[in-house]
């Protein structure tokens, strides 16, 4: 298996969700999230990506991510029947590594059938299949390590804060899929500190 590429970034084609990573007199072709895309630095630039490589019976295909996370998020969608290399890669354009781990523990079903090709059903066995594969924990954890931060962009104070949030409540008492699911009912808006969101979010813990 290839781990990661590291080369020049030669051209991107948005098209097709295409970059070219140039190394060693060679010029691999691999396919990103639109996420990710967004991400890229100028052609010329130097570019690491964590592959991902699909063997089909008539071509061998790359996916690059920009973190080892999402590499491992997109094969745990691979793994859910009815979702592909493109549905996966669609999901993870839909919703950040953070949102989806959210969505799948709080049965949030909704924001999962956001992403392109991914109906309400798909979301619903996509919850299904996944939700005993992550834990709240290990997201934090990984957030703390900085295994979310993409090398390109920083994190979102907003994601933070919603992070933060879910946890006082935990701490609280109440049950991580229940934090979840008020956390993710608050209609917060960049600049909302933690305070503000757990107040806002304590509203539904009631019903």
């Known amino acids: 298996m290839i781990a990661y590429i590291r080369g020049t970034l030669a051209f991107v084609e948005p098209e097709e969700s295409m970059v070219v990573l140039e190394t060693g007199g060679i010029g691999y ?25 699909q063997v089909r019976e008539d071509a061998f295909v790359l996916y690059g991510f920009f ?14 029947s ?15 590594a953070d949102d989806l781990r959210f969505a799948v523990l709080a049965d949030d079903a909704k924001t999962i059938a956001k992403a392109p090709g991914i109906g309400h059903k798909t979301a619903q066995k996509l919850i299904l299949e996944l939700k005993d594969k992550l834990s709240l924990e290990e997201a934090f954890e990984a957030r703390l390590a900085g295994n979310q931060t ?18 006082a409540l935990t701490a609280l008492g109440y049950s991580a899929a229940d934090s979840l699911k008020a956390v993710r009912k608050v209609e917060a808006a960049e600049g909302m500190n933690v305070e503000a969101i757990l107040k806002a979010a304590l509203k539904y813990m009631s019903f």
């Open 67 to 80: 973190t080892r996370e999402d590499r491992k998020l997109f094969q745990l969608l691979l793994g859910v």
């Open 29 to 53: 072709q691999i396919l990103l999230s639109g996420r990710d895309l967004d991400l890229l630095p100028p052609a010329g630039e130097e570019v690491r990506l964590y592959t991902y490589l």
């Open 82 to 96: 009815g979702i592909g290399p493109k549905g996966a890669l669609g999901v993870l354009t839909a919703l950040s």
């Open 150 to 167: 993409r090398e390109t962009a920083p994190a979102s104070d907003l994601t933070d804060a919603r992070n933060e949030a879910v946890e």
